[in-house]
Structure formats: structure tokens, C-alpha cells
């Protein structure tokens, strides 16, 4: 994983991509630090943190889109996944290099805060919090950004279906607020996450009757509680959606709050994503 690591971050730094990101992320983050607190004279630099969230929709496709697309284009992937090392530490190693990448940029701003300590009271507490919530949002978004990038050898496709991703995932709380909420929908909904869930136990073990077993399972389960008491499917889509919104979880951040279960669902968030990607890069090693 470290030889992994280093080449990694040492190609951001031998390319634009790396100094082009820091940049970038400076720029925008000092646009909405002198918007959001210099102009109105306001303490409080959660605000520009909550701000410059629009900014991973360009720099998160940055640096994941050639992460593994450009490998594959190159065919150098096949070198790489017959080497012998676990395709873990390969998926980890990219994932650290561009989560370090995003930190420095982090660390390079922490100038701000500090210049506006300068000026006037600043709650330390609440200003750490909401970097630590904004540090482990962004990991998340970057872990999606990898498991894009290994499903193409194109990079701008890899790039754009990164941003599409990423701005669904940002806009999650207004989609959850439109989604139906009728017993028809939810029951539908249901049935699809069931399918998805098979699908993935089935690509993850190869062991059909197991999948099976688990579908024809979750699916009675799913009808008796239908037939027996369908309130239960109220407002399912709702709940779900909301449940997956990056930006609810930032919430308790943005505030100073720090909460073990959005810590939590940001590693799994995280975790998970990575762990798809393991499971594309298994089946190509063997196939």
C-alpha cells in the first residue's frame, strides 16, 4: 500500500493536477472566506466551509477521474493487478494519496481561521469541529470519485460521472423532499434496494442459491409486513434519501456538535464505496 501511496501522490506533484487542485482550492475557499466572514465581519468560519462545498463538484472528478481510468486506457492496469499485492492496499493506497492531496489544501487555509483570530474572538472548538466534518465529507466524495474511476478508461467520462454523482449526492436533501411518499412507491423502492442488495451479495460471494435465499427472504418479509401492516411503508423514499445526504450529516459539524453516528456513517460511507471498487478491480483480476 505505501509503494501505491507514494507513487501516487508523487505523480500529483510531477503533473499540474496536484498544484493545480491546491490552487483551485485555495482560490475558492479565500473567495468565500472574504464573502462569508471578512465583508459581513462574522466570526464564523463554518460559514465559508458550508460555501465552498460547491467546489467538490470540480475538484473532487480532479484527482480520482485518472486514478485507475488512466490505467485502463493505458492497459498498464493489467501489470499492476498481477502484481503481487492485495488490491486492497492498490484501492487504499490511491485513496489516501488523494484524501492527503485534499488535506493539504486543508492545512494551507487553516490560515484563514488563524488571520481572523487576528481580529476578533473565534470559537476554536466550533471551527475544528466543522474541519474535521468537512475533512471526512470530502474523504467520502473522493472514495465515490475512485469507485467511478475504475468502471471506465476514460477519464472525461470518469470525470463527469463523478460531478453528476457528487451533485446528486449534494442535492439529496431537495430530491428527498420531492420523492412520493405514497405505500405503492415505498413498497416499489423496497423491492429495487432488495435487487441491489442481491446483486451485490451475488457479485461479492458467486454463490447463487445464496443470493437467492437472501432475496426470496427479504422479499416475503417485505410482503407480510406489506399485507400486514403497510403503514410501516409510509414515506420510505423520504427517510432513505434523507438518511443518505452528506450535507444532513455536516449538520452537527457546521454547529460544533460532534456526533459519533455521523462520524460513523461518513467511515461507512467511505468504507463502502472503496470496498465496490475492491470487488470491480477482483472480477477483472480473475476474469
Given amino acids: 500500500m505505501v509503494s501505491i501511496f507514494k507513487k501516487e501522490l508523487k505523480n500529483y506533484f510531477t503533473t499540474l493536477t496536484g498544484y493545480g487542485f491546491l490552487g483551485f482550492f485555495v482560490l475558492i475557499t479565500g473567495y468565500f472566506f472574504v464573502s462569508q466572514n471578512i465583508v459581513v465581519a462574522s466570526a464564523n468560519y463554518n460559514d465559508t466551509l458550508a460555501g465552498s462545498m460547491i467546489m467538490f463538484l470540480i475538484l473532487v472528478p480532479v484527482i480520482t477521474m485518472r486514478l485507475f481510468a488512466e490505467e485502463a486506457r493505458q492497459k498498464t492496469d493489467q501489470l499492476l493487478y498481477s502484481a503481487p499485492i492485495n488490491v486492497t492496499d492498490i484501492v487504499a493506497g490511491k485513496f489516501f ?6 488535506l493539504i489544501g486543508l492545512c494551507i487555509t487553516f490560515t484563514f481561521p488563524a488571520v481572523l483570530s487576528l481580529f476578533g474572538d473565534i470559537d476554536w472548538g466550533m471551527t475544528l469541529v466543522g474541519l474535521l466534518g468537512y475533512f471526512m465529507m470530502g474523504a467520502c466524495l473522493i472514495s ?3 469507485f467511478i474511476s475504475v468502471l ?3 477519464q472525461i467520462v ?3 460521472a463523478t460531478f453528476a454523482s457528487i451533485f446528486l449526492l449534494l442535492m439529496m436533501d431537495n430530491i428527498s423532499s420531492s420523492a412520493p411518499i405514497s405505500v405503492g412507491a415505498s413498497l416499489g423502492f423496497v423491492i429495487i434496494v ?3 442488495i442481491t446483486f451485490l ?3 461479492s460471494t458467486k454463490n447463487f442459491p445464496a443470493s437467492g435465499i437472501f432475496a426470496l427472504l427479504a422479499l416475503v418479509v417485505t410482503g407480510g409486513l406489506y399485507l400486514f401492516k403497510p403503514s410501516l411503508f409510509d414515506g420510505v423514499i423520504v427517510s432513505v434519501l434523507s438518511w443518505l445526504s452528506v450535507l444532513n450529516r455536516f449538520e452537527n459539524f457546521y454547529m460544533g456538535i460532534v456526533s459519533i453516528s455521523d462520524i460513523i456513517y461518513y467511515i461507512t460511507f467511505s ?3 472503496l470496498y465496490f471498487t475492491v470487488i470491480v478491480i477482483e472480477k477483472r483480476r480473475w476474469s
Fill in 144 to 146: 465515490v470519485g475512485i
Fill in 271 to 273: 468504507l463502502a464505496f
Fill in 158 to 160: 470518469a470525470a463527469a
Fill in 97 to 102: 494519496a488523494a484524501v492527503l492531496l485534499f
Fill in 194 to 196: 432488495i435487487l441491489a
Fill in 152 to 154: 471506465t478508461d476514460n
Fill in 201 to 203: 451479495i451475488f457479485t
